[in-house]
Nanobody
C-alpha cells in the first residue's frame, strides 16, 4: 500500500504564497506520477498539477505561471509552491499518485487533503 500525507495548507491573503508538501511512504516504487487535485465547495475535484518520475510536468490552465510543482525523490516528497494566490484558489488540496506515467487522470492513491483558504 501507499500512504500520502499532505501538509502546508492554511489561511493566506490574496496575492500571498503557500507551499504544500506531500510525503509518500509504503510501496512508493509503484508510483510513477504524483501531483495535486483540489476541490472547492460545490465543485468537482480537478487536477492542478502533475509530475512524473522522469520530470514531465503539467499544469491546469488556471494555475499556469503561478504554481510550481516539484519533487524530491530522495525524500519521496512532492511540493506545490503557490504564488499570487486568488480567492478562487480556495479549496481542499489533495495529493494524488498514479502507477502509470500520466497527467494524473485516474489516481490510484489519495492523501487526506489539506485546506487552503485565500481571503480577499
Amino acid at each position: 500500500q501507499v500512504q500520502l500525507v499532505e501538509s502546508g495548507g492554511g489561511l493566506v491573503q490574496a496575492g500571498g504564497s503557500l507551499r504544500l508538501s506531500c510525503a509518500a511512504s509504503g510501496r512508493i516504487f509503484s508510483i510513477n506520477t504524483m501531483g495535486w487535485y483540489r476541490q472547492a465547495p460545490g465543485k468537482q475535484r480537478e487536477v492542478v498539477a502533475s509530475i512524473t518520475s522522469s520530470g514531465s510536468i503539467n499544469y491546469a490552465d488556471s494555475v499556469k505561471g503561478r504554481f510550481t510543482i516539484s519533487r524530491d525523490n530522495a525524500k519521496n516528497t512532492v511540493y506545490l509552491k503557490m504564488n499570487s494566490l486568488k480567492p478562487e484558489d480556495t479549496a481542499v488540496y489533495y495529493c494524488a499518485g498514479e502507477r502509470i506515467w500520466s497527467t494524473l487522470n485516474a489516481p490510484d492513491y489519495w492523501g487526506q487533503g489539506t485546506q487552503v483558504t485565500v481571503s480577499s
